[in-house]
């Protein structure tokens, strides 16, 4: 058995005009975790974002929504994980990923922040080493398109098959807290 994580940190963009972009996946999956387990974001100023304890099963996990702007996220997920001493190998990071199709998702850890400004900023303030819920939007085809389409709202098919990749993800988090990732990545990764 691997590393149990400890703190779940969602990316995304504060504010209600980015509550249903692509960008705010992150959000959107944390959010999922919440409902499904009776948990309650508060604003705690001193975490820089909205913080969840939430209880799953007899582990108990962090959730962190930054309410700072995406490429400033890493600070708020370091000051909560400094906070309680949680290592960096213990923490899940969850966002939009433009390389994966919609409705995909991948587990992984560590690598490079591919150009994402959350990552980037996770990587300044935490290392390379934490874990990544990848979640897939998809790519509009040509980069200089991508600002406005990851700050867009996905088609109502995507949308579908975005919630449903996090419905599937949310399914695996008891063996994710665990540490069971190499499970987690079999359910994950297999079509």
Not at 41 to 57: I, Y
Not at 60 to 69: A, D, E, H, Q
Not at 146 to 155: F, N, Q
Request: net charge positive; glycine share 10%.
């Amino acid at each position: 058995m691997g590393t149990p994580i400890r703190l779940i940190a969602g990316l995304g963009n504060p504010g209600s005009q980015y509550d249903k972009t692509r960008h705010n996946a992150g959000f959107w999956f944390v959010d999922e975790l919440a409902r499904r387990y009776s948990g309650k974001f508060a604003v705690e100023k001193r975490f820089s974002g909205e913080v969840c304890k939430l209880q799953v099963g007899s582990t108990t996990v962090w959730l962190i929504k930054p309410m700072m702007f995406m490429n400033r996220s890493g600070l708020a997920v370091k000051q909560l994980a400094s906070f309680y001493q949680i290592p960096v190998e213990q923490i899940l990071v969850a966002h939009d990923e433009l390389d994966i199709a919609p409705g995909d998702v991948r587990l992984k850890q560590a690598g490079g922040h591919g150009g994402h400004n959350g990552l980037r900023d996770c990587h300044a303030h935490l290392s390379a080493d934490y874990w990544r819920l990848r979640l897939g939007i998809g790519h509009p085809g040509d980069r200089n398109k991508v600002v406005d389409y990851v700050l867009s709202r996905p088609s109502q098919d995507d949308e579908i098959v975005i919630l449903r990749a996090i419905d599937k993800a949310a399914d695996q988090i008891e063996l994710i807290l665990a540490g069971e990732m190499q499970k987690a990545m079999n359910a994950l990764h297999t079509k």
